[in-house]
């Protein structure tokens, strides 16, 4: 038992565990140093996980502030989109007026932009998995540019504004759902954490921002010209996608995937004179194991770091020419080749099962409920400080989201410094050995602020003549910031755990935590109204606080859940017999 997580003894190696870093005691009993076969980090001390192939075009071998700008430029887009789920919330009242509809009309036209995400999620994922994301980037960028322009122009139109807020929810789809990918095609795992952390603060604090700028842009110009800027700054920045973030999803042969493979694997590890099959893989598909010990490295390659190449492209095995670097006019194309052999419907459909796998599950309940909760609050917030005695107005109401965006950056800076931190403190703890489990300790601060933050919201907005709009504003911040964390420790869980269905593991979670938080914006009136704020926000703190519980069991069985759904393909193999039969006139 490593640290608490329960060992597995029906797979050499199971996927997601990793020997990260050369533990001096394990490589004392293992009579070993380091392995020549294997790249390491600059410092030589930290083995690189997932490991980059010889490949100049592989996202792994491009200089880390080249994938830092391609990270830097989603993420601002990603800011941009993810503020047009809360755009209305400051505006409930004034909109209600304007097209002479309840709040609940009013509110649903963040629930059906929320739909729109949840299902052009549902549909680009597949179409990521097939020809890479770069596409879906473009796409989104193009829809956020003129479903913004459409909205501010629907005027009185209630109904031509839905089909807006739709199209704006397809735009954000790509964004919302890819972007976590693209850590994990972008960067080993050692550098995941702080990465991470900055595309959820981009995906969540942005949104929380918004509604300050946005309640006194519609008071002063009017609402319409929120939904102009979110055009012009898209507009700004399509550019930029076009030109400097090329396609991130690469086919890297599966030993390389240290993090996914089911033996235990060296880099090149392939013993001379075994056949291999297409693409340098075995014939069976395994790849043997060669002894620690060895000091002579596969078809004489000498240890290599991070960032080092051939010489003049030229690998050692027998100066076999390596693959031409792709151009740079070349790489602006929105296709460049298929990432997978699996066709789109099979792919479309793989989701569905996993909703029933274990750590899934888990990772959707941990970000979706309370990313459900948050926007429960954005939506109701301005029918609770709308009465007496606060009477806010749209600006204030906007101005009450000054203590969310606090929060998600308190999230951020919390997430940053412990992510990595408590993955690499652990993992030498544990000899070196890296499991993906230990990224579930953010939950722990996540229980602490997020659930804190719904109780004590609850009681503070229940009595505003008591304790005035600050003490909610301070616990709806709590909130923020434990949905923050939430939000790092599952998607960083997937991409160490379940790297190999990611993909299709954030398709789950992005159409969980919007079918989930569509549906509350069709019931949270009403609960407010029949039970009040108090009773309500009780009940659903204390919902949380069992689901951050689900932690416990999760961390121990963790690793034997991912043997066993490694060893057995069975959610899959059910989506694909259905795709099969609905394939029939293949």
């Not at 020549?36 to 490991?51: A, E, H, M, R």
């Not at 972007?179 to 952390?197: E, F, I, P, T, W």
């Not at 319409?224 to 400097?244: D, E, K, M, N, R």
């Not at 300790?441 to 505003?464: H, M, R």
Request: hydrophobic fraction near 45%.
């Amino acid at each position: 038992m490593g640290l608490g997580i329960l060992d597995d003894t029906k797979l050499e190696h199971v996927p997601g565990t990793a020997t990260v870093l050369d533990d001096e005691a394990r490589l004392q009993e293992e009579h070993a140093v380091h392995d020549p076969n294997l790249k390491y980090d600059s410092t030589g001390q930290i083995i690189l996980v997932p490991q980059p192939s010889d490949d100049p075009n592989d996202p792994l071998n491009w200089p880390l502030w080249r994938r830092d700008l391609i990270l830097l430029t989603l993420s601002l887009l990603s800011i941009i989109a993810s503020t047009l789920s809360p755009l209305l919330a400051a505006d409930t009242l004034s909109l209600s007026l304007y097209f002479t509809r309840t709040f609940t009309d009013v509110a649903l036209l963040t629930g059906y932009h929320l739909l729109g995400v949840g299902i052009a999620g549902f549909l680009f994922v597949p179409s990521a998995r097939v020809w890479g994301k770069r596409h879906l980037y473009l796409l989104g960028t193009v829809i956020l540019v003129f479903s913004s322009a459409w909205g501010g122009a629907s005027n009185k139109n209630y109904k031509s504004l839905l089909g807006a807020r739709i199209f704006q929810g397809i735009g954000l789809a790509p964004f919302e759902a890819l972007v976590n990918a693209s850590v994990g095609d972008l960067y080993h795992v050692h550098q995941r954490g702080k990465r991470m952390a900055l595309s959820n603060l981009a995906l969540f604090g942005g949104a929380f921002f918004t509604p300050v700028l946005v309640g006194k842009i519609a008071h002063s110009m009017g609402w319409q010209w929120t939904f102009y800027f979110v055009a012009i700054f898209s507009g700004i920045l399509l550019p930029v996608v076009i030109f400097f973030v090329p396609e991130t999803a690469f086919r890297r042969d599966a030993h390389l995937n240290t993090d996914t493979a089911t033996t235990k694997t060296r880099y090149r590890g392939i013993e001379p004179g075994v056949e291999l099959g297409q693409n340098g893989r075995h014939s069976q598909g395994t790849y043997p194991d060669s002894p620690r010990d060895s000091q002579q490295p596969i078809n004489g390659r000498a240890e290599k770091y991070e960032g080092e190449t051939d010489v003049q492209g030229v690998r050692d095995a027998g100066q076999v020419p390596g693959p031409a670097k792709v151009s740079w006019a070349r790489s602006l194309m929105p296709f460049n080749g298929r990432k997978t052999d699996d066709r789109y419907l099979h792919l479309l459909l793989r989701p569905f099962p996993l909703f029933f796998h274990p750590g899934i599950l888990w990772a959707c309940l941990i970000q979706g409920t309370l990313i459900g909760w948050t926007v429960m609050i954005g939506i109701v917030l301005a029918a609770i400080m709308l009465g007496p005695p606060l009477f806010f107005d749209e600006v204030k109401t906007g101005y009450m989201y000054t203590g969310a965006f606090v929060g998600a950056l308190l999230g951020f800076i919390l997430a940053g410094l412990i992510a990595d931190w408590s993955a690499s403190r652990l993992t030498r703890l544990n000899r070196g050995i890296y499991e993906p489990e230990f990224r579930m300790i953010l939950v722990i601060p996540q229980l602490i602020f997020g659930c804190a933050g719904l109780y004590g919201f609850g009681i503070t907005s229940n009595n505003t003549t008591k304790y005035g709009w600050f003490w909610p504003d301070f616990f709806f911040a709590l909130e923020v910031m434990g949905m923050v964390l939430g939000a790092v420790a599952s998607a960083l869980y997937i991409v160490d755990a379940h790297r190999d269905i990611s993909v299709e593991a954030f398709t789950c979670l992005l159409v969980f935590k919007n079918i989930f938080s569509f549906g509350l914006t069709w019931s949270s009136y009403d609960w407010l109204v029949q039970h009040g704020v108090k009773h309500v926000f009780m009940a659903i703190a204390s919902v949380q606080v069992a689901v951050c519980l689900l932690s416990v069991p999760m961390y121990i069985f963790g690793k034997k859940n991912r043997s066993f759904f490694a060893r057995h393909n069975i959610f899959f193999k059910i989506s694909d017999k259905v795709a099969n039969f609905l394939e029939f006139w293949r």
